[in-house]
Each structure stands twice: as structure tokens, then as C-alpha cells.
């Protein structure tokens, strides 16, 4: 089987937005809904709730398998880096590809993300229609450009 790019499969990206400004949870999803790209935008607004969906664990064991995950590092109680760390070592997550969007352009934060193995690293402007058009570039990168395996590959592949 070959795999092809999301845009071309008979489904709608999946997003993960952990995100935990109301702010930019709307202004990513107008972004996101004026976009080329059939998509479906689930927030978690802490780090917690991000891992019970991903691990589909009680109410949200009907959450679809993002596609790709927009992580914030500033998030109450749990930070965005340890959400991450527990992401990339849990061997039925770490394939999902995890791009930080953040406001801090402190070098130990992105050293740190990159070494917990982050796929990319973003930092959002503070100019609020700046940040639609990152989104948009976001969108179109990970889904017109780089290839992403179906959740049902990776268990086969595994």
C-alpha cells in the first residue's frame, strides 16, 4: 500500500490544538476553517486532557488519532514539555508529529523541545493576523507536503 498525502485521502486532516488562551484556540480555528484543506480541529486546553485524548481514555474514547499535534508550552498545572516527553516515549504516540506553537523565543526552550524530540518549533507572533497566516502555512506544510501515516498504518507497521 502506498501511503499518500492527507490531502488526497477520502478524510479530513486531524488536528490536535493544545491550547490554553480562548484567543488563540478562535483564531487558529478561523484559520483553519477558511483553509484549502479538509480538516477537524479538537482542543485540549491542559496537558492532561491532551494525553486522556490521545490515549481515548473515558469521555474521550471516541477521539479521533490527530494527525499531527500544535502543542503550547505555557499550559496550567502540566507544561507543553512534558506533555511532550510523555508523548515521544510512549511508543503507540511517538510517531504523531508534534510542533510547538509558543511565545517564548528562549533558546532553552527550544533547545529543550528539539532534544524531547519536538518536530518543529514556532514561535507565534503577537500580531493576531500574523498568526492565522502561520497557521495556514502550518496547515499547508504538514498536510500538502510531508507524507503522515494513518493511525491504522503505524499499528500494522509496528
Not at 480562548?22 to 480541529?41: C, E, F, M, Y
Not at 510542533?99 to 493576531?128: M, R
Request: aromatic share 4%; hydrophobic share 45%.
Amino acid at each position: 500500500m502506498t501511503i499518500d498525502l492527507i490531502q488526497n485521502k477520502a478524510r479530513p486532516a486531524q488536528i490536535l490544538l493544545v491550547e490554553d488562551n480562548p484567543g488563540d484556540v478562535i483564531l487558529t480555528q478561523r484559520a483553519l476553517r477558511d483553509s484549502k484543506i479538509s480538516n477537524n480541529i479538537t482542543v485540549a486546553k491542559t496537558g492532561e486532557m491532551a494525553l486522556a485524548m490521545l490515549r481515548r481514555e473515558g469521555e474521550y474514547a471516541d477521539t479521533p488519532k490527530p494527525d499531527l499535534i500544535w502543542l503550547d508550552l505555557n499550559l496550567p498545572q502540566m507544561s507543553g514539555q512534558d506533555v511532550l516527553k510523555i508523548i515521544k516515549t510512549d511508543p503507540l504516540l511517538k510517531h504523531i508529529p508534534v510542533v510547538i506553537l509558543s511565545s517564548s523565543q528562549a533558546t532553552q526552550d527550544v533547545v529543550k523541545s528539539y532534544s524531547l524530540h519536538a518536530n518543529g518549533y514556532v514561535v507565534k507572533p503577537a500580531n493576531l493576523e500574523s498568526l492565522g497566516d502561520v497557521i495556514r502555512k502550518l496547515e499547508s506544510f504538514w498536510f500538502t507536503l510531508v507524507v503522515l501515516p494513518d493511525a491504522s498504518d503505524v499499528v500494522q507497521a509496528g
